[in-house]
């Protein structure tokens, strides 16, 4: 492996735990016992849904190696997308806009995929595309994928 970093999905680990206590202490104020069971009920699988999407996009791994760029939402790699270093064309620094948001995005440049931070790395696909990745250190993504494109004889120069 070439390079690997990982980007933390702050904002749910904060607002999830805490949309879910306040649930339960707004809903436990006051309540009856059977709706005191209820609220139980509720903040139990708000918990479960939690967990779910904590598993699922709690983090952004990035991973290249020699031939690919592999990138993965999650705790277990899923979702998770493949692109061989054959299909890009150039990749350069970026930003990401505050309102294109965090996660996995459509957006009028193509697929986004980030978590925290504004700092991305733009790929130009061979096919016309692009595609951004968030990173917390863009510029060291940039090199690495650049490294590897030059360095393997494909077509790649990329600005920053």
Do not use: H
Not at 83 to 99: D, F, G, H, P
């Amino acid at each position: 492996m070439r390079y690997q970093s990982r980007q933390w999905m702050i904002l749910l680990w904060i607002l999830l735990p805490l949309s879910t206590l306040a649930v339960a202490a707004f809903g436990l104020d006051g309540a009856t016992a059977q709706k005191s069971v209820l609220i139980w009920k509720v903040f139990g699988l708000m918990m479960l849904i939690n967990l779910l999407v904590l598993t699922l996009f709690a983090r952004l791994s990035i991973q290249l190696e020699e031939d690919k760029l592999r990138w993965y939402f999650g705790l277990f790699g899923r979702p998770k997308w493949e692109l061989a270093l054959s299909q890009i064309q150039r990749v350069e620094i970026c930003n990401t806009k505050w309102y294109e948001g965090k996660g996995i995005r459509f957006t009028a440049e193509g697929m986004l995929y980030n978590a925290a931070g504004d700092g991305a790395v733009r790929i130009y696909k061979t096919d016309g595309s692009k595609i951004r990745l968030g990173s917390s250190e863009p510029e060291v993504l940039y090199q690495k994928i650049n490294a590897l494109l030059n360095g393997s004889g494909l077509r790649a120069q990329g600005t920053a």
